[in-house]
């Protein structure tokens, strides 16, 4: 804000930032009369940058010339600024901030202690600049300018998504640091990663490894690592690198700086993923502010990324959303976004009492990624859910009555699968799903035991369980023997059911488990 401009104008314009008004209009008939009177009164020019959704971004002020933008990234926003005592005809200046930064458009209006001038707007349609004049910025709203953007908008988008679908797949070296782990865990956490790239469609085409006692000051790895990790990108033309790590703002710039390629950790990757499956109104939420959280400590990487190497894995999000890189914005949308989810929490207790007034019994089907609930709620209902052999291949909980014999229905949830390490903002943000963990009557913990690592995988559900307060009672369900030699497990199972989704082995067993459990309830 202009420092010369009194704090009681400073406030005005403050307040609304942050508030929104109706998406098909172009700007708030009250935040445009306040920035007329202001902008007259103070003889200085003041700018609203807003998205496609009606929401006020940022308000920033300049002299009686100029109102620079002061967001990090503008693209796919809209601005509008007053000109006062001036004409409304849009300068070189502002032509080049609507090119350089992508703008939807911008918009000056004229405005002196009359009242209202002539508007001025520029846009792009494809490749040609359209400027238009219109008579009167009070009526900015009724020249009909938001259906031409939309059409143009439309376009942008369905250029987008043709040259989306023609991309090369982007190729990735990974990079996996030891600081005393077993060979075990190493071996675990490189076939992790090499997972999470296969379900993010993501080609690696080498990776490094180095053995450290504490990470590097600058790089996490040493100078001589990342010299070798700058020939490694130059042979394979790798344009992504990806650390097993969790990598600080610093850490990740220096890192973007020295090797001139994107650079994202594991936790950046298992967010692409999400923002890309999820499929609900509530999984997309959820997604959003997970991304919202873990960016917040690391804007300046973030900011640095998206400048330099634009979207693509990593920077996603889900829906039309463009996640804003300041500090502000994302503080507020952090708030919006989890009272909106605490609504649709409390939508959710509703029909939860409503079900236990008219009481049928529970069941959620919990367990590590790819340890096959879904195909296990396909096999109980009789039903095409999706499910692959692929990691996260379920974000949002899917619910199915299923008839078990005795008289017993029984309400199935297939869950969100877990994985070891994940942040702390991720299982928070996907609080509100997995809380129906904790309401169910029983929790099936399904466990892949043809991945040599199922105990440690058992343990991360448990992990996850006591993280949310789980008490409620569990049977172990031991998946994929038809992948496996039982007889070599000895005893090892003999503490949950074994089955197999495939070939139907042990349902009927699991079925007369679950039925057991609840005539004994």
């Known amino acids: 804000m202009n420092k010369e401009l009194k704090q009681v104008d400073k406030n005005k314009l403050q307040d609304f930032v942050g508030k929104s008004f109706d998406k098909e209009l172009l700007i708030g008939e009250d935040i445009l009369e306040l920035i007329s009177t202001i902008s007259v009164k103070n003889n200085i020019e003041i700018a609203v940058v807003t ?75 494809e490749s040609k600049l359209i400027e238009e004049t219109y008579d009167n910025a009070r009526y ?45 865990d190493r071996e675990n956490s490189k076939e992790e990663l090499y997972g999470l790239c296969a379900t993010d469609g993501i080609e690696v085409v080498g990776h490094i490894e180095q053995n450290r006692g504490v990470p590097d000051v600058k790089y996490y790895i040493g100078a001589g690592k990342v010299e070798e990790l700058k020939d490694l990108i130059n042979t394979t033309n790798a344009n992504l690198v990806i650390f097993e790590s969790e990598l600080s703002s610093s850490k990740q710039c220096n890192l973007t700086d020295a090797l001139n390629v994107k650079v994202i950790d594991r936790s950046m990757l298992i967010l692409d993923i999400f923002a890309k499956r999820a499929r609900t109104n509530e999984g997309k939420l959820q997604v959003e502010l997970a991304q919202l959280k873990y960016m917040l400590p690391r804007l300046k990487s973030y900011a640095s990324t998206s400048n330099r190497y634009g979207g693509g894995v990593g920077m996603r999000g889900p829906g039309e959303t463009k996640l804003e ?63 692959k052999d692929e990691l996260f291949a379920t974000l949002d909980t899917t619910s199915r009555n299923v008839w078990l014999g005795s008289g017993l229905s029984v309400v199935f949830t297939d869950t969100v699968g877990f994985i070891s390490n994940l942040p702390h903002e991720f299982i928070e943000a996907f609080g509100s799903t997995l809380e129906e963990c904790i309401y169910s009557d029983l929790l099936l913990i399904v466990i892949d035991i043809s991945n040599p690592k199922y105990r440690e995988q058992e343990k991360v559900t448990f992990d996850v369980l006591d993280r949310l307060g789980s008490k409620v009672p569990v049977i172990k369900v031991y998946n994929k023997a038809d992948k496996v030699d039982i007889n070599l ?22 079925k007369n488990e679950i039925v057991k459990f609840f005539q004994n309830k």
Do not use: W
């Open 51 to 125: 998205d496609r959704k009606g929401n006020i971004i940022d308000i920033t002020t300049g002299d009686s010339t100029s109102a620079s933008v002061s967001l990090d990234d503008t693209r796919g926003l809209r601005v509008l600024h007053t000109h006062p005592f001036a004409s409304s005809k849009l300068s070189q200046k502002d032509l080049n901030i609507l090119r350089n930064q992508d703008l939807d458009y911008i918009i000056a209006i004229s405005v002196d202690d009359r009242g209202f001038g002539s508007c001025d707007i520029a846009y792009y349609d």
């Open 325 to 387: 890189m300041n500090r502000r914005v994302i503080e507020n949308n952090i708030v919006k976004k989890s009272k909106e989810l605490e609504k649709l929490k409390q939508h959710r207790d509703l029909n939860r009492k409503s079900r236990t007034k008219n009481y049928k019994p529970t069941v959620s089907i919990v367990g590590y990624t790819n340890s096959g609930k879904s195909s296990l709620l396909n096999v109980l209902a009789k039903e095409n859910i999706y499910a």
């Open 489 to 510: 497990y000895g005893s090892d199972l003999d503490d949950g059911i074994v089955i197999s989704n495939y070939t139907g082995y042990g349902i009927d067993k699991l």
């Open 140 to 184: 900015i709203n009724k020249y009909g300018i938001q259906d031409k953007i939309s059409e143009v908008i439309a376009k942008k988008r369905k250029l987008k998504d043709s040259v989306s679908c023609n991309n090369e797949v982007d190729k990735a070296v990974l990079v996996f640091v030891d600081f005393g782990k077993s060979k075990f």
